[in-house]
């Protein structure tokens, strides 16, 4: 899905389009895991 969006210039086969991806992957991951964990000291926050 994601490979149709890759600029064929810039990433001419399939390991690039499966590496951008990847790392797209893990930046959105770590990202729900900050706000999850700032949802969580919010909440914490809220009850003391």
Not at 13 to 21: G, H, I, K, P, S
Not at 40 to 48: E, F, G, N, T, Y
């Amino acid at each position: 899905m994601w490979a149709a969006f890759v600029p064929q210039t810039q990433y001419g086969n399939a390991v690039d389009a499966n590496n951008l991806r990847a790392e797209l992957l893990k930046e959105k991951a770590m990202r729900e895991k900050a706000e999850s964990e700032l949802q969580q000291q919010k909440v914490s926050a809220d009850i003391s």
